[in-house]
């Protein structure tokens, strides 16, 4: 994903030409929309855009005007991770949500540990047995007054039951009660894998960008 400073777009060059170098052979590079700069730095080094490529839809809403938590079913329960047995559960359950081993104990322990990580902003839902069956990370950046959810998953065997929504709701609240005045999320926006942005556009999330993905021309 390429980014720059648009304060400073003649980076986008410097930046591409240090990633070609790091990678020895050809990129895939998503790009937002709403930067030309970049898509102009892209083209100039002969990259290409694809049309049938998953994209991102970019999405935001205010702080103002929140939803109420909704109430969940019977016995689960919205909560910060509070041991070393949350942070197994909350790994797993991202395994299970995302069908992916990434995310190791050991992994999501040392995220815990990285700035600008606060634990009042990854929420887990835990079930009536106690297991963490749903969860909603988000990061707020103080200085602008913005939080991201990154990532929100729910285990499939507890799905449909509202518990996304309502620890998305509940990390919205968090962020407001910390000053913040925007929340961005990140879904995908195409056909194929519609569900998490409906969600989102049904609490008031709006799509304000989407991305494009390039390919470099193979050096091999």
């Known amino acids: 994903m390429l980014q720059v400073d648009p304060r400073h777009p003649e980076l986008g060059d410097e930046v591409l030409a240090w990633a070609e170098q790091t990678a020895g052979g050809a990129l895939t590079v998503g790009v937002a929309e709403t930067e030309p700069h970049l898509v102009d730095a892209l083209e100039?080094?002969?990259y290409t855009r694809t049309v049938d490529r998953p994209f991102m839809a970019c999405l935001d809403r205010p702080l103002t005007g929140l939803?109420?938590?909704p109430r969940l079913p019977d016995g689960y329960t919205i909560r910060a991770q509070q041991d070393h047995t949350d942070v197994v559960g909350r790994a797993a359950a991202h395994r299970a949500a995302f069908g992916s081993v990434r995310i190791t104990t050991e992994r999501h322990a040392l995220m815990r540990n990285?700035?600008?990580?606060?634990?009042?902003?990854?929420?887990?839902?835990?079930?009536?047995?106690?297991?963490?069956?749903a969860y909603c990370q988000g990061w707020y950046d103080?200085?602008?007054?913005i939080g991201a959810f990154e990532p929100v998953g729910t285990h499939p065997g507890h799905r449909c039951l509202g518990l996304a929504r309502a620890v998305c709701t509940t990390v919205l609240?968090?962020?407001?009660?910390?000053?913040?005045?925007?929340?961005v999320v990140y879904s995908r926006g195409d056909a194929d894998y519609p569900v998490p942005k409906r969600l989102y556009e049904s609490m008031g999330f709006t799509t304000y960008t989407r991305t494009h993905t390039y390919i470099g021309q193979s050096t091999g």
Do not use: K
């Open 44 to 46: 100039r080094r002969g």
């Open 67 to 69: 939803p109420d938590i």
């Open 114 to 133: 990285a700035f600008p990580y606060r634990p009042e902003f990854d929420l887990i839902v835990a079930s009536p047995t106690g297991d963490v069956v």
């Open 142 to 145: 103080h200085a602008n007054g």
């Open 173 to 183: 609240h968090a962020f407001d009660r910390a000053g913040g005045h925007r929340a």
